[in-house]
């Protein structure tokens, strides 16, 4: 029989074997969850600037299509007030816009539902807001201005005076 040499365990290699193993697997799975864990934030970002430049991209399209639903309603002439809220919704939905003649289209709108209306003040306040776009509807800004100032038994003349300044050849004048 053989004789087994005495193993005694030392202390320290097991005490060794029991501190490295753990440790190394701690940081493997520490590893391995950062991973996973960078890996979950890095979609969820992606995800979010996907919806986000989505959402933005959209906004303007939504805002045309509601500029187009509320001059509709307008030429139908069947709630003023609903076309002008669709107006408004857009004019929002529009901000940021580069497309100023869009913006100036919109408030001429307004100015053209305000008037209907009988609400002159507001009515000049959006033809003359109208009026400081540089656009295609500034000179039918200029003349519907001075058309409300005169039906506010105010003066005009500056209104046309500007009007005939700026467009010489405008259609319209009187």
Not at 34 to 55: E, T
Not at 62 to 83: F, H, M, N, Q, Y
Not at 105 to 114: H, P, Q
Not at 138 to 149: D, F, G, I, M, N
Request: proline residues 4%.
């Amino acid at each position: 029989m053989r004789r087994e040499k005495n193993k005694s365990p030392n202390v320290f290699s097991h005490f060794a074997e029991l501190e490295v193993q753990p440790w190394v697997q701690f940081q493997r799975v520490l590893a391995q969850g950062s991973n996973r864990w960078r890996l979950g934030i890095g979609i969820g970002l992606i995800v979010c600037a996907v919806v986000v430049i989505a959402y933005l991209r959209n906004q303007p399209v939504s805002g045309v299509e509601e500029l187009r639903e509320g001059i509709l309603l307008l030429d139908d002439g069947d709630d003023p007030t609903k076309a002008a809220a669709q107006l408004r919704s857009a004019e929002r939905n529009l901000a940021g816009s580069e497309e100023l003649y869009l913006f100036q289209l919109i408030l001429f709108k307004l100015g053209n539902i305000e008037e209907k209306k009988g609400n002159l003040l507001e009515a000049r306040r959006q033809y003359e807001a109208s009026a400081e776009i540089a656009g295609p509807l500034k000179a039918e800004s200029l003349l519907a201005t001075a058309r409300v100032l005169t039906l506010m038994k105010d003066d005009s003349s500056a209104y046309y005076r500007k009007l005939l300044a700026q467009y010489p050849d405008f259609p319209m004048r009187e």
